[in-house]
Every structure is written in structure tokens, then in C-alpha cells.
């Protein structure tokens, strides 16, 4: 069993920068992939980006790329989302996901473990 745990949501003006964290624990073992989905108010949930724990290596869907950036400490079992040029529509409940593998996946229900999620909301 995975426990992951999301902080550092909160409101930004359009433009600002947030960004969030993951902590993850339990039986986490390195070969996961760690992500980051949004679910906007009326919206699916939707894939935001992805991180191998033991690789480093990182894929990003076409909404955020060059805006946000997703890294993981392995000392703390961490996992963060910076987030830049903020604009009003990636306000969203974030969510962090964790997979068993090393295969990526960009639907919701390839990932075995959720947080409970963090508020996003940026003003404009």
C-alpha cells in the first residue's frame, strides 16, 4: 500500500507561479511512475504530468509543457509539480497518482494510488 499525500494549493493571479508536492510512503518501490492529473469543476479528470521515480525521465501532456515542471526528491520520497504562467483555466483539484511499473500512462485508471488532492484556483 501506497499513502500520498498533496500540499501547496492554494489561489494565484493569472501569470504567478505555485508550486505543489506529493509525499509519498508505504511500500513505494522504485520501479513506480509518479504523476500529477487535474480535474477541473464539471471536467474529467485529466493527465498533467509524469515522472519515473528511478529514472528521472518525464513526459508532460501538450497543456502544460514549458509551463510546468515535474521532479522528485528520492532522499524525502517527494514529488513536485512547479507550476508557471499560470492561466484560469488550469484551476483544478490537483491529484498525485503512483503506478507500479516502469510504463507510462496518461488515463486515470492506470494508476493504482491517489491523494487526496489540493485546490488550485488562479484568478485572472
Known amino acids: 500500500q501506497v499513502q500520498l499525500v498533496e500540499s501547496g494549493g492554494g489561489l494565484v493571479q493569472a501569470g504567478g507561479s505555485l508550486r505543489l508536492s506529493c509525499a509519498a510512503s508505504?511500500?513505494?518501490?522504485?520501479?513506480?511512475?509518479l504523476a500529477w492529473f487535474r480535474q477541473a469543476p464539471g471536467k474529467e479528470r485529466e493527465f498533467a504530468a509524469a515522472i519515473g521515480w528511478s529514472s528521472g525521465n518525464t513526459k508532460y501532456a501538450d497543456s502544460v509543457k514549458d509551463r510546468f515542471t515535474i521532479s522528485r526528491d528520492n532522499t524525502n520520497n517527494t514529488v513536485y509539480l512547479q507550476m508557471s504562467s499560470l492561466r484560469p483555466e488550469d484551476t483544478a483539484v490537483y491529484y498525485c497518482a503512483a503506478k507500479r511499473g516502469i510504463y507510462w500512462s496518461t488515463v486515470s485508471n492506470g494508476y493504482d494510488y491517489w491523494g487526496q488532492g489540493t485546490p488550485v484556483t488562479v484568478s485572472s
Open positions: 508505504g511500500r513505494f518501490f522504485s520501479n513506480n511512475i
